[in-house]
Nanobody
């Protein structure tokens, strides 16, 4: 089955940068949707960014637009989330998630069947 493994989290000062990685395996179809979610203590899980084979367009939640960038390396089957200008409110556990279907339009609200273990991102001075 599909497996996702996140890495790259850590402690960073406000204004700093991190790059998260999600190594994916088990996809056998050309149809897929994969993205990043985050959850802070006491808050609901939030879709951060996603990309689908449906339209191939990256989507971002408004709070991270112009700061975060999602990308993928098809050879290594890895998806990345580059996070710049980090703010304390970005502190959360970040999860990689995927599903073997395609979407046209925003995939931030799509159902994701497969989840990684999560990686902690802490933004603090």
């Amino acid at each position: 089955q599909v497996q996702l493994v996140e890495s790259g989290g850590g402690l960073v000062q406000p204004g700093g940068s991190l790059r998260l990685s999600c190594a994916a395996s088990g996809f056998t179809s050309d149809y897929y949707t994969i993205g990043w979610f985050r959850q802070a203590p006491g808050k609901e899980r939030e879709g951060v960014s996603c990309i689908s084979s449906g339209d191939g367009t990256p989507y971002y939640v408004d709070s991270v637009k112009d700061r975060f960038t999602i990308s993928r390396d098809n050879v290594r089957n890895t998806v990345y989330l580059r996070m710049n200008s980090l703010k304390p409110e970005d502190t959360a556990v970040y999860y990689c998630a995927a599903v073997g279907v395609r979407y046209f339009g925003s995939c931030l609200d799509a159902q994701h069947d497969y989840w990684g273990q999560g990686t902690q991102v802490t933004v603090s001075s």
